[in-house]
């Protein structure tokens, strides 16, 4: 019992001198920013006039339509000449020109907003520029298949 009370006295003792020490003061608290989905992030932006005069944006945009018309002609021809039919699951066996470009618009929709995108938020050019491989693999293999495989 006296060393709970000698102790006791102790945490007193300690306590009660600590109340006359000059404490700091304690920081201040910072009032708290506000932000939205795109209210703390401040990127610079390039007029839309820029954008369309750019050379990486409208590379992109004419090479992955370059693509698609060559594809999509090929196409074209191999089905109307040529007695062969459409591979595409997503196509009847004989389409149409239109629902072959039909078939190809979100494509060329994708690539082109986010080469507009990425060239208005002003990133890099190589991220633009990344864009591209896939639709072009894609496209040249198939036309290229037409005229190894249906001439």
């Known amino acids: 019992m006296t060393k709970f009370l000698l102790l006791t006295l102790l945490v007193l003792f300690l306590g009660l001198s600590a109340v006359g020490q000059n404490l ?13 989905p795109w209210s ?3 990127p610079t932006t390039r007029p839309t006039k820029e954008v369309f005069k750019d050379k990486t944006f409208l590379a992109v945009v004419s090479t992955d339509a370059a693509v698609i018309v060559f594809d999509n002609e090929m196409t074209h021809e191999g089905l109307a000449h040529h007695k062969c039919v459409e ?11 239109g629902q072959l470009y ?8 994708v690539v082109s907003g986010g080469a507009f995108l990425f060239t208005k938020l002003s990133l890099p050019k190589w991220l633009t520029l990344s864009l591209l491989p896939y639709p072009v693999e894609e ?13």
Do not use: T, Y
């Open 24 to 36: 700091p003061d304690a920081p201040q608290p910072q009032p708290v920013k506000k932000c939205g």
């Open 102 to 109: 039909a078939s190809d618009l979100p494509e060329f929709a």
């Open 139 to 151: 496209h040249l293999r198939g036309g290229i298949g037409w005229a190894e495989n249906c001439w």
């Open 40 to 42: 703390c992030w401040n």
């Open 87 to 97: 591979g595409n699951p997503n196509l009847p066996m004989h389409p149409s020109r």
